[in-house]
Nanobody, 124 residues
Framework: QVRLVESGGGLVQAGGSLRLSCAAS????????MGWFRQAPGKEREFVAAILSSGDNVYSANSVKGRFTISRDNAKSTVALQMNSLKPEDTAVYYC?????????????????WGQGTQVTVSA
């Protein structure tokens, strides 16, 4: 029933920008913390950013701080990841996730629901 669908991935040159979006359904979106994770080939899943249900508190990994911005629109049940100044090392499959609790949002196992992922490729 619960579904998270990412969109907006694609190929972009280094230094460029890309905006990912995640549309949620089947849950009371406004009550969930939302997060973005990514997984590069041969690498473990990595935390990118998270935002609390109100949207007033955001968290981001040091590797993306100052370049990526997470936001949410509770009226539209969507969460976005604006990615600027992209680097080749940002290349990964990006996943949207939802958590009904507010434990450590930097850990993947905190999240209950996950999207299928969208590929982001940054070329030099």
């Amino acid at each position: 029933q619960v579904r998270l669908v990412e969109s907006g991935g694609g190929l972009v040159q280094a230094g460029g920008s890309l905006r990912l979006s995640c549309a949620a359904s089947g849950l009371t979106f406004s009550t969930y913390a939302m997060g973005w994770f990514r997984q590069a080939p041969g690498k473990e899943r990595e935390f990118v950013a998270a935002i609390l249900s109100s949207g007033d508190n955001v968290y981001s990994a040091n590797s993306v701080k100052g370049r990526f911005t997470i936001s949410r629109d509770n009226a539209k049940s969507t969460v976005a990841l604006q990615m600027n100044s992209l680097k080749p090392e940002d290349t990964a499959v990006y996943y949207c996730a939802a958590s009904p609790l507010w434990n450590d949002l930097t850990i993947g196992k905190t999240y209950r629901y996950w999207g299928q992922g969208t590929q982001v490729t940054v070329s030099a």
